[in-house]
């Protein structure tokens, strides 16, 4: 048997994700829907995830070697201070959260360099912009709502797109502390399966590239509570790529 | 603002921009040293640094606190960063490489056999190779990390960086799968 050393070394299906990986092993944390034993019996044995936590600790150590000093002191300069005037962002109204004007401004289309300079002066120390107070918009709502919505909304983008997206989200479920997300053709070959703590998925590139225009995908998500029961779900989602274009690279 | 805990300026920063200003000035230096790691370009990495920062005060609000915020952050910076390079199609620079282990006349079905490869051919690389080898190979192979990235991303220090664990492991399982052929 012959195996290209990439698809070894590849994260695989049966390796928790980062979050959940880090959790557990790290902090110590019970991620619901997740067997805190079974991802330690992986991690013993799974090259993958030692270097994931092995990474995680150098992010978390913040350590600079005396060659990086120079470019983190710039990379950090750039955060602090290459940006555009305030007067340059988005006109607020007052009634909207500041939040999700800065989402909504940042569509895809508009992602360019000024965008990111732009939201990137939102979180530099001193800058002048108009605060729009966001009470309430993320209280939890009480277990009457939850029950009453069983249902997970707001999934974006779902019908047929351009490429396939490189992202996924949908409105958080009140007192969900995980999502499980599948990817899976329509003949229900499952392409990717993992669980997470917030309501996006980054889809990796592989998985991406797995998706062949004209083709339709369905996304499936399970929201579960902090004792792993599930609260909501999304229904059926589906996505396709539409066939004159060509894959992601 | 320096008493509160991460999770504590989180649950503040809706009705507190000094409080994500807080938040994210901590992790200035941790996420710009990560992404110049990955990148090794200074320019890039700063790019790629406004955009971690930038999903992540989009995803804030979605952020309910089951996690730590570190690590919420570092899923962030790990993903954009990786997809980033991955979107550049940098690949291992050498030539894809081939684990052929010896055939155990085992069969079962197609999907099982080649999950049971894979977690032999794992298990022979956590056997041989010491820690620092594997994750080489890992972000090398399974990260498609140049090699100049993984060098930087694990702090090695000798002259020849990520090159010289490569060769070693290589070397060290070509052995292994030699001594697995004679048993057999």
Redesign the interface.
Known sequence: ????????????E?CPA??VL??TM??G?D?PGTDRTKIAAHVE????C??EL???R???A????AD?RE??D???G???G?APGPARLPEQKPSRSW??G??EW?TPGRMG?FA??A??L????GVG?Q?Q???G??EPVGEADVTRSAVIRGVIPQGEVAEFP?EFRWD?VPG???YTVTLSEVDRNVIFHNTF????L?V???VRRLVVPGKTVLLQIQATD?EGREIAQSGTTRVSVRAEQAQ?? | MREFSDEQLVAMS??N?RA??EL??RY???V??????VARD?EW???L???V??RA????????G???F???L??I????C??AV??K?IR?EDS??????P?TGRRVDRELEV?D???Q???L??TH?D?TE??V???H????MTLESVT????LRNASGAKQYIVSAKRKLRGAIARMRARI
């Open positions: 048997m012959s195996r290209d050393l990439r698809e070894v070394l590849r994260r695989g049966d980062p979050e880090i959790e790290e902090h944390a991620v044995k799974c090259p993958v030692q270097t092995s990474l995680y150098g992010f978390e913040g350590e600079v070697q990086e470019a983190v710039h990379i950090v750039v955060l602090r290459r939040w999700s800065v989402a940042l360099g990111v300079a939201a990137a939102l979180l530099t120390v912009l605060w107070a966001r009470r918009a993320s490189a958080a969900a502390a995980a703590t917030t309501p996006v980054e990796p590139v592989n902090r992601p690279k | 809706a009705d921009e994500v200003e994210f000035s200035q230096s941790r710009a040293v990560w992404c110049f790691r200074r990495a700063a790019d640094a406004q955009e920062f930038l005060l989009r995803s804030l609000p979605g952020f309910r089951d996690a730590k570190s690590t919420w570092y899923t910076a790990r993903n954009h990786y997809n991955q979107a199609a291992p894809i490489e081939f684990l052929q282990l055939d999950a490869e894979i977690e051919m794992r298990e690389l956590q190779l820690e594997r994750q190979m890992t972000l192979y399974g990260e498609e930087s991303l694990l702090g």
